[in-house]
């Protein structure tokens, strides 16, 4: 079945440090894969995403490139505020007509110090 | 604005005795959702709905029951309670299915004692 691997933290690093979430993923056909994030206290919202192979997703500064050869969905960012601090899921939908079910990641925890 | 309203935000409640999270969106979506979020689980689907009297089940079904009669309303029913139901709940939407951002209400969290 489908699945969804990303590393689970937690993540702590320090203001203005790159960051790297990886993302790997088991899935038949073509999935969108997505990147949501949850602040503190609050439900998900849709950090970035990508439809199709080699599409690169990106939002507030954050990246992540679907490469179909490593099945991967591998979330980046340059320098990182404390603002960032939330816990960051990786996400896949098959989209098929005859369900329509999306797979989570167990989700990673960041935490950005000042 | 628009978005997703899920009601109670909190709830404690004893084993068997039946309870309705209502979610309710107002983007004329077509697809709704519900998750139930874990540690170190992450979010698993409980059910899902492609349109009005659509419903399918998602990975964790097993206790609850839904209902889409209108196309904004999407309430989560658990019958008859149990302590393993004891999770952080979210309601979800988008346009036309998953290969489209979905919208979170901001979850209910539920104790069954």
């Known amino acids: 079945g489908n699945s969804v691997t990303q590393m689970e933290g937690p993540v702590t690093l320090s203001e203005e440090a790159f960051l790297t979430i990886n993302c790997t993923y088991t899935?038949?056909?073509?999935?969108?894969l997505f990147w949501y994030v949850q602040y503190p206290g609050e439900g998900l919202q849709l950090l970035l995403k990508?439809?199709?192979?080699?599409d690169k997703g990106s939002n507030k500064g954050f990246e992540a490139t679907y490469r179909k050869e490593t099945t991967s969905f591998h979330l980046e960012k340059g320098s990182v505020q404390v603002s960032d601090s939330a816990v960051y899921f990786c996400?896949?939908?098959?989209?098929?007509?005859?369900?329509?079910?999306?797979?989570f990641g167990p989700g990673t925890s960041l935490s950005v110090i000042p | 604005e628009a978005q997703v309203t899920q009601n109670p935000r909190y709830l404690i409640t004893v084993t068997g005795k039946k309870l309705t999270v209502t979610c309710s969106q107002n983007?004329?979506?077509?697809?709704m959702s519900w998750y139930r979020q874990d540690p170190g689980l992450g979010l698993r689907q409980i059910y899902y709905?492609?349109?009005?009297?659509?419903?399918d089940k998602g990975d964790v079904p097993e206790g609850y029951k839904v209902s889409r009669k209108e196309k904004r309303n999407f309430p989560l029913i658990l019958e008859s309670p149990s302590p393993n139901q004891t999770s952080l709940y979210f309601c979800?939407?988008?346009?036309?299915?998953?290969?489209?951002?979905?919208?979170f209400g901001d979850g209910t969290r539920l104790s069954i004692l």
């Open positions: 979800a939407s988008s346009p036309r299915g998953t290969n489209q951002p979905q919208h």
């Open positions: 899935a038949t056909g073509y999935p969108s």
């Open positions: 990508a439809t199709k192979a080699d």
């Open positions: 996400a896949l939908s098959e989209g098929k007509t005859s369900y329509d079910k999306v797979i």
């Open positions: 983007m004329n979506h077509e697809y």
């Open positions: 709905s492609m349109n009005v009297e659509v419903t």
